[in-house]
């Protein structure tokens, strides 16, 4: 039997009644904290990430899904958003709108990664992207913001780690003093990491290998190397961060895998797994990409993490068709498709039989799928004009006229 690629899954059902309810708490949570949705494609020139991402991430190094295609360019499937949100930002003008621009997406990011739980070839992720701002004001706002969407969802427990990482010039003196420190130890690095002394070590901290981890416990800091602005920067966001009674942990592991970092990183994780959302200030990004120099923050969520944490919640209870219409005769299914046709552009949900099923069928198909209410129509109902509509809850049945059956209910925004 063909089975879905590892690494991947499908979304259905209850499941999918809570990544509505995630969705949902997201638009209204975006709305209010004024970001507009972005749609970028699923694949791009493999140069953004390479270029975006950084050549010595595991992201670019290890989890890529590139391919030439039919033309002979190299295209990779997106691992993650913010390359291709800044890429839109430049190529789209959105540096002539009002400053700064918010945006928010949802969609599916792809990492050729060792699937475990919580960890997938396709994840989906929910994020911001602010860009044109340097003020610390805006990392306030994203780490509100994500925070809040933990909080609305019922998530409690949520830990925010932040860390400052400074700009260009506080990494030259801190990967001169990181160098020193991993210089010794060389030898005990995985291969990558060794090759990751010399061109960006500040990747060396975020190595997935355990054997590398016990090398850094004791690796320089980076708050330790700030230069005079970035420590007021993080100084100023701790402050707001404390006014908006947001909680935060300032946590010197804080690193960040993708190289577009510069100062504010930070990650939320809920218990002693892996992170469920990550972001940061990226002030290098749009520049490096061809734009003019832009100030940018973001974050990204992993929407099947955060859906594990509900798990343990009650999905949205499964809603049925306000009514079922069955039919006794070829001319009753005739007028119950014309009738469903009529409701559903009312905006109420009707279903009638689809599977040619004798009326005892009909009625039990309808008690399966949760209809809120019955009827069924034949020669005799559309002869005297009036059917039998029954109440599946309380057993009930009322004659009613056909002309007023759209009448008896609500549009389905009325419906709770
Ligand atoms: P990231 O930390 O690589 O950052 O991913 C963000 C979140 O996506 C992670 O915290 C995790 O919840 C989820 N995630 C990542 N990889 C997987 C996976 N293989 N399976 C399931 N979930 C996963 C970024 O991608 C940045 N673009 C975030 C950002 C936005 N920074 C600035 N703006």
Same mark, same amino acid.
């Given at each position: 039997m063909l089975q879905a690629p590892k690494g991947t899954h499908d979304i259905y059902g209850g499941d999918m009644r809570l990544w509505r309810r995630v969705e949902d708490e997201i638009r209204a949570l975006t709305d209010v904290y004024g970001y507009g949705e972005i749609r970028t494609p699923l694949f791009e020139h493999t140069e953004l990430f390479l270029r975006g991402v950084g050549d010595t991430t595991d992201i670019v190094q290890k989890e890529m899904y590139t391919f030439l295609d039919k033309g002979g360019r190299s295209l990779s499937l997106r691992p993650e958003l913010t390359a291709s949100a800044a890429r839109a930002y430049i190529e789209r003008g959105m540096h002539n709108q009002p400053q700064p621009v918010k945006v928010f997406y949802i969609g599916p990011c792809f990492r050729y990664e060792k699937p475990q739980a919580g960890r997938y070839r396709q994840h989906y992720q929910f994020g911001v992207e602010v860009f044109g701002s340097y003020a610390p004001a805006v990392e306030a706002e994203v780490m509100s913001l994500g925070y809040r969407l933990f909080t609305g969802l019922g998530v409690r427990g949520v830990r925010l780690h932040v860390n400052s990482i400074g700009c260009v010039d506080c990494r030259v003196a801190f990967n001169g003093k990181l160098r020193d420190f991993l210089a010794q130890r060389l030898e005990s690095l995985c291969g990558l990491c060794a090759s990751r002394y010399e061109k960006n070590p500040l990747r060396v901290l975020d190595c997935k290998s355990p054997h590398c981890q016990a090398q850094i416990t004791e690796a320089p800091i980076t708050t330790q190397s700030l230069c005079g602005e970035c420590a007021a920067h993080f100084a100023t966001l701790q402050d707001l961060l404390t006014r908006l009674e947001i909680p935060f942990i300032v946590d010197p592991k804080i690193v960040r895998g993708l190289d577009y970092y510069t100062r504010t990183v930070f990650e939320f994780f809920h218990g002693d797994g892996l992170a469920n959302g990550g972001g940061g200030r990226y002030d290098g990004l749009v520049s490096q990409l061809g734009g003019t120099p832009t100030g940018a923050v973001g974050f990204g969520v992993?929407?099947?993490?955060?859906?594990?944490?509900?798990?343990?919640?009650?999905?949205?209870?499964?809603?049925?068709?306000?009514?079922?219409?069955?039919?006794?005769?070829?001319?009753?299914?005739?007028?119950?498709?014309?009738?469903?046709?009529?409701?559903?552009?009312?905006?109420?949900?009707?279903?009638?039989?689809?599977?040619?099923?004798?009326? $005892?069928?009909?009625? $039990?198909?309808?008690?399966?799928? $949760?209809?809120?209410? *019955? *009827?069924?129509?034949?020669?005799?109902?559309?002869?005297?004009?009036?059917?039998?509509?029954?109440n599946m809850e309380s057993g009930e049945g009322v004659a009613v006229q056909l002309a007023d059956i759209k009448g008896r209910f609500g549009g389905l925004h009325n419906r709770v």
């Open positions: 992993g929407m099947e993490r955060l859906v594990l944490l509900l798990q343990a919640q009650a999905p949205p209870a499964h809603k049925g068709p306000e009514l079922f219409i069955g039919h006794a005769d070829p001319e009753g299914l005739a007028a119950a498709c014309t009738l469903a046709s009529e409701l559903r552009k009312a905006g109420i949900h009707a279903e009638y039989d689809l599977a040619q099923r004798s009326v $005892k069928a009909q009625m $039990k198909y309808a008690d399966k799928i $949760k209809a809120r209410h *019955t *009827t069924i129509l034949g020669a005799t109902e559309l002869e005297k004009g009036a059917c039998i509509l029954k």
